[in-house]
């Protein structure tokens, strides 16, 4: 009996595959197996993987679907892949990512080897300053509604292994099983939580979207990350020109630009003056919109600057709700930093890179919910908010480590 495998998948792909993996989400996907159960046989589990793989019978389980709340209403579904499921889509990913990141377009940002939304930020924030107008892009349900012909027909551009584009049609018709245990078929679409689904987004938009516009409109600049799209023109009628020119485009390519979400904005200034009815868009969590600036120059005027958005304040202050530090008074301050310091440090570093006032309500409203916490723990400031505020702020200066962002305010004295 021959012990020749039809794919030819090293097995230290597979281990590094794992590694990247339990580094990540630790959500159970359909079959409820965790990373801990996982490990209970961890290399009869690997090798069961690589040796299904290399002999093209894997068959991936279907992924857990599960409802997301969105800050403007309604929900949006996350898919969760099995623990084994997430290593077999990295195994591809790995080898993909090598293939295509070389072919994709410089100002594609999301979910790339050396590209981060700070890249996207930036160099969206320098254009602004050049350009007088901006296309916001918001494309209706996107992941949600790639289609998989045209999706496969790159995919088979790019690549001629047999086990990339067998394992990928495989995922791609993979079933969603919701809550009521109820599994539906996928004709469309890819599951937005799935280790693939990005790097396949970005495959579908660079040719939809990143090539297109290089060939018919290759003097116009934009930013990318994933489906959230940001195009500069020089004036109100090249971007209506553009807005049209695009929502052609994306129907070819079976999308749909939301008809409300996507809008022109005009990047008001000092030198720029002028009254339209958008002068801010959002882009990755911040929004850009006419800001004071200080020069020591030329002294104060207004600049076309980028700060945390108000969707990015409320869901954060829904998050912070969520804590209910008031009932956690059986805990010490000690471990309330321990439990949530790593979140508030990754909202400063990531919110507070431009104009980083605009985040101090936030970080007010955390010690709020402290002090309501000692309130209730402490007997001499029960119902004394006040007391109890004063308190926070006394502790904060003397112990400015105890939280990032008590850290951030006094420790520099």
């Given amino acids: 009996m021959s012990t020749v495998k039809p794919f030819s998948i090293p097995k230290s792909l597979v281990w590094e595959a794992y590694q990247r993996v339990r580094s990540g989400g ?18 009869g589990n690997l090798y069961r993987l690589w040796n299904r793989m290399s002999s093209g019978s894997y068959f991936p389980p279907p ?5 997301i709340p969105k800050n403007s209403g309604g929900t949006r579904p996350l898919g969760i892949p099995t623990f084994t ?9 790995l080898e993909l990512d090598a293939l295509l990141d070389q072919h994709f377009h410089p100002d594609s940002y999301g979910y790339r080897p050396g590209k981060s939304a700070f890249d996207a ?45 067998l394992y990928i049609e495989r995922w791609l ?41 290089s060939k018919h409109f290759p003097h116009v600049v934009f930013e990318r990350y994933a489906d959230d799209i940001v195009v500069h023109a020089r004036s109100q009628s090249e971007a209506e020109l553009l807005k049209a020119a695009i929502t052609k485009r994306l129907e070819e390519c079976k999308l749909e630009l939301h008809p409300q979400k996507t809008k022109i904005a005009f990047c008001k200034q000092w030198n720029r003056p002028g009254d339209w009815p958008a002068v801010s868009f959002d882009f990755l ?18 600049g076309f600057l980028p700060a945390v958005s108000k969707k990015a304040l409320l869901r954060m202050r829904k998050t912070i709700r969520q804590w209910q530090l008031i009932s956690m008074c059986h805990m010490e301050l000690e471990d309330i930093s321990e439990e949530y310091s ?29 002090s309501s916490w000692a309130c ?17 702020s006394r502790l904060a200066k003397r112990e400015p480590t105890l939280f990032p962002h008590w850290e951030m305010a006094f420790s520099s004295g």
């Fill in 376 to 392: 209730r723990k402490f007997r001499k400031f029960h119902g004394r908010l006040k007391k109890a505020r004063e308190w926070v």
């Fill in 285 to 302: 969590g911040y929004e850009f919109r006419p800001r004071e600036v200080v020069n020591q120059r030329q002294g104060r005027f207004t």
């Fill in 342 to 370: 790593a979140m508030i440090q990754g909202w400063i570093q990531y919110y507070g890179r431009y104009y980083k006032r605009k985040l101090f309500p936030l970080l007010n409203y955390i010690d709020t919910a402290i």
């Fill in 121 to 165: 930020l930036a160099q969206t924030r320098s254009r602004c300053w050049k350009y007088g107008w901006v296309l916001d892009l918001d494309i209706k349900g996107f992941f949600d509604n790639l289609d998989h012909g045209l999706l496969l027909k790159a995919v088979y551009h790019h690549t001629t292994s047999r086990w990339h584009r």
């Fill in 26 to 43: 630790k959500s159970a996907g359909v079959d409820g197996q965790t990373l801990e159960d996982f490990e209970e046989d961890l290399r």
């Fill in 63 to 67: 992924v857990k679907r599960v409802e």
């Fill in 85 to 93: 499921d997430r290593i077999a889509q990295t195994v591809v990913k």
């Fill in 173 to 213: 018709k993979a079933p969603v099983q919701s809550g009521c245990q109820q599994e539906l078929v996928v004709n469309r679409g890819t599951p937005q939580g799935g280790v693939v689904s990005p790097l396949l987004a970005n495959l579908y938009l660079h040719y939809a979207f990143d090539v297109w516009m």
